[in-house]
C-alpha cells in the first residue's frame, strides 16, 4: 500500500467555488494526518494555515501525490510536471464533465481511502511531440492530444501525414485542423470533432482531420508503435500553428515537421471509484442531457 503523507494542493482559483473547495481539501487532509504543500505564489490567499509553500519545482519533487482542484484541464496542466517525476494525480472536478477528475466536491470523505488502500491507479499512456525546424528541435509532452491548426483567418490549410519510421505516405487532409489524440484525449476535442472514443487505458494514436474538405475523411487508428510525422502548410502566408494539450502555440512553418509517438512516460491517476470507464461516460453525458 503506497502512504501518500505529503500531498501537493494545486487549485485552479479562476473556477468558481475552487477556492472555498481546496480549504475543506486542506481540512480533511490534515485530519487525516497528512502534510499540505501549496505553491508559494499562493501564500498570501492562503496565509495563516498549517501548510508548507514551496516552490513549484519543489512543489511536486517533494510530494508523494498531486491533487488537483479545478476541471480537466487542471489535471491535464499538472501532469506534465507530475509523469516526469513519476507522482501520481488525483482530481477534485470543479468543471462541467471530469472525465479525468476522480472526485466531486461533496466527496472529500472518499480521501480517506488514500490512507487505507481503498483506490487504484490507472496509467494512461502520453504522446511525445516533436517540433523540428530548420532552427532546431522542440519536445513536449500530452495527455489529451496534440492539435494542429490554421490561424485566425478563414483558411484551410494542406496536411501531409506520413509515417516516420520508413517516410511512408498515408495521406492529405485539406482542413482547418488535425487532431493527434491519446485515448484519454478521445473524449475531448476528438471527439467534438467526430472522433470515436476510445478506452482510456488501452494504447494507441488517434488522428482526427477537423472539418476536412472531403466527402470521406475519417478518423485513423495507429498502434502506440508508430510515429507519425505531419506537415503543414496554407496557400498564402496565413500561420499554422501547433498547439500541445490546449495551451501554449507553436508556429508551424512549411519547412517544418511534427513528429507524434507514444512517449516513454505516463501519467498515473488515483481512483477512489469502483466505476468503469463506460459508466462514468454514460453518467458524465446524461448530466449534459
Known amino acids: 500500500m503506497n502512504d501518500f503523507q505529503n500531498i501537493a494542493v494545486i487549485p485552479n482559483l479562476t473556477r468558481n467555488g475552487a477556492y472555498e473547495a481546496s480549504l475543506n481539501v486542506i481540512k480533511k487532509l490534515q485530519s487525516l494526518d497528512m502534510n499540505v504543500l501549496l505553491d508559494q505564489r499562493m501564500e498570501q ?26 476541471g480537466d484541464g487542471t489535471i491535464i496542466h499538472a501532469s506534465r510536471y507530475a509523469s516526469l517525476l513519476g507522482k501520481p494525480l488525483l482530481g477534485i472536478n470543479m468543471g462541467r464533465l471530469g472525465f479525468v477528475a476522480g472526485i466531486e466536491p461533496d466527496e472529500l470523505d472518499m480521501l480517506s481511502m488514500l490512507r487505507e488502500g481503498g483506490y487504484t491507479v490507472e496509467k494512461r499512456m502520453m504522446l511525445r511531440v ?32 506520413f509515417l516516420a519510421e520508413d517516410n511512408g505516405y498515408i495521406c492529405n487532409y485539406r482542413a482547418d485542423g488535425l487532431i493527434l489524440s491519446t485515448p484519454t484525449g478521445s473524449s475531448a476535442y476528438s471527439l467534438a470533432a467526430g472522433g470515436p472514443v476510445v ?13 476536412s474538405h472531403a466527402l470521406f475523411a475519417r478518423p485513423v487508428l495507429f498502434s502506440h508503435h508508430s510515429e507519425i510525422a505531419v506537415k ?24 517544418d515537421t511534427v ?31
Open 232 to 255: 503543414a502548410s496554407c496557400d498564402d502566408n496565413t500561420e499554422v500553428f501547433l498547439t500541445i494539450d490546449g495551451a501554449g502555440t507553436v508556429i508551424v512553418r512549411k519547412t
Open 259 to 289: 513528429s507524434v509517438s507514444c512517449a516513454k512516460i505516463v501519467t498515473e491517476l488515483i481512483s477512489l471509484k469502483h466505476k468503469t470507464f463506460y459508466r462514468v461516460l454514460n453518467d458524465k453525458f446524461a448530466e449534459r442531457g
Open 130 to 161: 516533436v517540433h523540428q525546424s530548420p532552427n532546431g528541435k522542440k519536445e513536449f509532452y500530452a495527455l489529451n492530444d496534440a492539435v494542429i491548426s490554421r490561424g485566425s483567418l478563414s483558411r484551410l490549410i494542406d496536411i501531409d501525414v
Open 199 to 211: 478506452e482510456p487505458t488501452m494504447k494507441c494514436i488517434l488522428m482526427t482531420p477537423v472539418c
Open 45 to 70: 490567499k492562503y496565509h495563516g494555515l498549517a501548510v508548507t509553500f514551496k516552490d513549484e519545482k519543489s512543489l511536486y519533487a517533494d510530494c508523494d501525490l498531486v491533487l488537483t482542484i479545478g
